[in-house]
């Protein structure tokens, strides 16, 4: 199994609601990875977690608010977002380089298109 | 700060054409150059880079790097319509081994 998959596909919120994207992936990978991708751009690193510990935060702000709560598993709550915050979510997985080999390789999932109205 | 610079930004060409699209980087502490095709959706991964010299090559596309000029060029032969898409250039570099700066992209489209 070489998939990531993200749930939902689409999602539409208002700016006061609570909301939250999925990720999940069976490959044993050990490093998880959150993206933002606007129009015409290419992705933005978000989060990284190792270990299920979170080991990059790109100065997100907390209205995002990752989770992992196991090795298969990535979610990013969301809550009090602004209209700008609209983009495609990609989350991706990669061994970590303490899994030994070719670590570097990121396996996207579809990504969630996001609308905050 | 960590820079990846693609070009062409977009590309128009016809059915049959080659082209070769270009990607130059400034990191600290190489790891490796990922070329990803991105079409409607996810990125999928293309190749990975991790020596100067040994072309990749996965049917009409194939791909080198050079590391002492510090750059990157992916070629496709005899493009396709499916060929149309977003290619991404992304380096890994750093210590912490998992961070990858993504280009701008070149926008292709392969016209019949």
């Known amino acids: 199994d070489t998939e990531v998959t993200q749930t939902p596909k689409h999602l539409v919120m208002g700016m006061t609601n609570k909301k939250s994207l999925k990720c999940e992936q069976h490959m044993g990978h050990r490093a998880m990875y959150w993206y933002k991708q606007k129009a015409k751009k290419p992705p933005e690193l978000m989060f990284v977690y190792s270990y299920e510990k979170l080991s990059i935060n790109e100065s997100v702000p907390s209205r995002f608010s990752p989770e992992c709560p196991n090795s298969s598993l990535l979610n990013l709550h969301l809550h009090a977002l602004q209209p700008e915050d609209s983009a495609l979510y990609l989350c991706?997985?990669?061994?970590?380089?303490?899994?030994?080999?070719?670590?570097?390789?990121?396996?996207f999932g579809p990504g969630t298109r996001l609308t905050v109205l | 700060e960590d820079k990846v610079v693609q070009s062409p930004l977009s590309l128009v060409v016809h059915e049959g054409d080659t082209v070769t699209l270009n990607c130059s980087y400034e990191?600290?502490?190489?790891?490796?150059l990922l070329w990803y095709k991105q079409e409607k959706k996810a990125p999928t991964f293309l190749f990975m880079l991790?020596?100067?010299?040994i072309e990749k090559k996965s049917g009409r596309l194939s791909s080198i790097l050079d590391k002492k000029e510090l750059f990157s060029i992916l070629n496709i032969t005899a493009t396709q319509t499916g060929d149309s898409a977003i290619y991404l250039c992304?380096?890994?570099?750093?210590?912490?081994?998992?961070?990858?700066?993504f280009g701008e992209g070149t926008q292709l489209t392969v016209n019949p």
């Open positions: 991706a997985s990669s061994k970590h380089p303490l899994q030994g080999g070719p670590y570097n390789e990121q396996f």
């Open positions: 990191v600290t502490n190489f790891r490796s």
């Open positions: 992304a380096v890994e570099a750093g210590t912490s081994g998992s961070r990858l700066t």
């Open positions: 991790t020596s100067s010299g």
